[in-house]
């Protein structure tokens, strides 16, 4: 299998506590020199990541909010593959006092609140469907997701889905990581995503997918080479 790009989470698998050091940004400017496309694929409204990950250029290529919105850093293009979500509803939800907060197509709250996200959803008739995320859930149109999301990204790039390797580490990782043609846990994602991953890195987080990236990606002839199913040493 010849793989051609990295398509990364950010929190708790790039990223450590929401921001991505200058090891995991070395190693991804690394990859891409050597050839490689690489991709961050988060449930992050885009203007929040933006925010948080200035040194954004680094990546090819960007899928926020949970694969309904792309954005391409060269030219600074944000992508909505989805309309946003309907006034009713976030006027609703704000006159619940719901917390929440919202993206150019994203809904997310904390997941004790989803259950009162859900009735607002179910009386308004809504099409939107709940992901969870650890201690969030997010909201969006049925049938978008990072799978989704990397598919209409990977496209634009000329990639096929199995020429990528994901990385991720919680359940809204799950669908994308199935779709790669490799796909790796880092040691501190959920047991779900651990028992689908192809590869559990031996560290946490940014420094799982550093020695990741040098080790099996970087190290030229003297690599293992990556097969789908086949569990690396």
């Not at 680094?58 to 309907?86: C, H, K, M, R």
């Not at 047991?191 to 192809?198: I, N, Q, Y």
Request: net charge negative; hydrophobic share 45%.
């Amino acid at each position: 299998m010849s793989f051609r790009m990295l398509a990364c989470d950010y929190d708790r698998t790039l990223a450590n506590d929401g921001e991505l050091s200058s090891e995991p940004q070395q190693a991804v400017a690394d990859l891409t020199k050597a050839g490689w496309l690489a991709a961050l694929v988060t449930g992050r409204g885009l203007q929040d990541l933006l925010t948080v990950c200035p040194n954004i250029a680094i990546f090819n290529l960007v899928v926020a909010e949970n694969g309904a919105v792309l954005y391409l850093p060269q030219t600074s293009e944000p992508i909505d593959l989805s309309p946003p979500p309907p006034p009713k509803f976030i006027s609703e939800l704000a006159r619940r006092d719901i917390p929440f907060s919202r993206g150019r197509v994203i809904v997310a709250t904390e997941a004790q609140f989803a259950a009162d996200v859900l009735s607002v959803i179910r009386e308004l008739r809504l099409d939107l469907k709940p992901v969870l995320n650890r201690d969030s859930a997010m909201f969006l149109p049925d049938g978008i997701d990072k799978a989704s999301g990397l598919t209409a990204g990977a496209a634009r790039l000329g990639i096929e889905m199995s020429q990528i390797i994901g990385v991720g580490d919680a359940e809204n990782d799950i669908t994308f990581l199935a779709a790669c043609g490799f796909s790796v846990a880092v040691q501190n994602a959920i047991e779900p995503v651990k028992e689908r991953a192809d590869h559990v890195t031996a560290l946490p987080n940014g420094n799982g997918v550093v020695a990741f990236i040098r080790e099996r990606l970087l190290a030229g002839p003297s690599a293992v080479p990556l097969v789908r199913g086949v569990v690396l040493p």
